[in-house]
């Protein structure tokens, strides 16, 4: 365990940037600066009180409602305490140490301790053999999913590193793949119609895709209440999508896979061709499956970068919110449109 450290108020207020941030909580230190990019509210908001005392922040919840699962991502930050406390924001003359019980003071989940504490998983260990083993109820499987963990490097699946390999995927493996197959759909489909049509053909897909990435993102990843009360059950719902609730910043499970995306697309493109003729159904292919790289490398992005951009900014602490706030809300990642629609907005 680390020792335990002191600072002033004055050594806080010295940390006010977006190098290095501090923030005070309760009489005790943080050290937010690798938070600012995960923040749901972005990182301005943290920014805002770099360097200062938030305790009365955090329980505002008209300035920013925190889930459970924010003052447990909060401690994993925590560096030290006041060497004097504060008292409305003013150091006390009269000095006082507290010392924290059972607190590793740096920013990843002990796996050790999470595991002794929580009996869910060891993350020291392949993930999916215990996840296969398991004798957890539903209810204790799903609080244990949907309550953040973070490793400095991506978890471990299988011990067999063929299989390994197969559930590491690096975000630029999606539009390598993607992109070509899209515009092979595309030259397909100018060959048989007007290359407007196509053109119109392309932006429905794109359209389409969003709706289908809220419907599969509602309905299949998220088909929480409907999960039979099976433990083997558990295991297809932990790599669909459980995983990326359990470890959402693990960089290699962010994307999906090649061999689980192309067995989702099969189907789908199958359903275009019976819906539409040739032309028109490959024009329709085409923006689905542009949307659908577009989708994934977002969600990348929303998770790990400082998006530039205002409305990726907005996507990013919507998205967060979905993680950290209420996971049966905000399903969009491209668009909140279709949470608008059908009334699923935290």
Request: aromatic fraction near 14%; glycine fraction near 4%; proline fraction near 5%.
């Amino acid at each position: 365990m680390t020792s335990l450290k002191f600072y002033t108020a004055s050594e806080v207020a010295s940390h006010s940037s977006d190098k290095s941030t501090w923030v005070i909580y309760k009489n005790k230190v943080y050290d937010v600066t690798s938070f600012l990019s995960s923040h749901p509210g972005g990182d301005e908001l943290i920014l805002e009180y770099a360097g200062k005392d938030v305790t009365e922040v955090l329980a505002d919840i008209d300035i920013h409602e925190h889930s459970e699962a924010a003052y447990v991502m909060l401690e994993d930050l925590c560096i030290g305490q006041l060497s004097s406390p504060l008292n409305n924001g003013k150091e006390l003359k009269d000095e006082r140490s507290k010392k924290f019980a059972d607190m590793d003071l740096k920013a990843n989940t002990d796996a050790e301790k999470d595991f002794l504490k929580q009996h869910f998983l060891d993350l020291n260990k392949p993930l999916v053999s215990q996840i296969w083993n398991n004798n957890f109820t539903k209810e204790f499987y799903l609080k244990q999913v949907h309550s953040p963990r973070h490793l400095p490097e991506p978890a471990i699946f299988f011990s067999n590193p063929v299989l390994e390999m197969l559930t590491r995927t690096p975000w630029y493996v999606i539009p390598i793949i993607w992109f070509p197959i899209s515009m092979y759909f595309f030259s397909r489909s100018i060959q048989i119609v007007a290359i407007e049509w196509t053109i119109t053909c392309f932006f429905s897909g794109i359209l389409l895709w969003t709706l289908l990435e809220y419907c599969i993102h509602r309905f299949l990843f998220h088909l929480d209440d409907s999960l039979p009360n099976h433990p083997k059950v558990f295991i297809i719902h932990f790599l669909l999508h459980g995983v990326h609730h359990y470890l959402p910043m693990d960089r290699l499970r962010l994307v999906m896979p090649p061999v689980l995306s192309f067995s989702l697309a099969a189907p789908l493109l199958r359903l275009g061709y019976f819906l539409f003729n040739t032309g028109t159904a490959e024009g329709v292919i085409s923006g689905t499956l542009f949307g659908y790289m577009c989708y994934d490398l977002v969600h990348y992005h929303l998770h790990h970068a400082r998006p530039l951009l205002d409305y990726l900014r907005q996507m990013k602490t919507f998205h967060l919110d979905h993680h950290y706030k209420d996971y049966e809300e905000n399903y969009g990642i491209t668009t909140i449109l279709w949470d608008a629609v059908f009334h699923t907005l935290v």
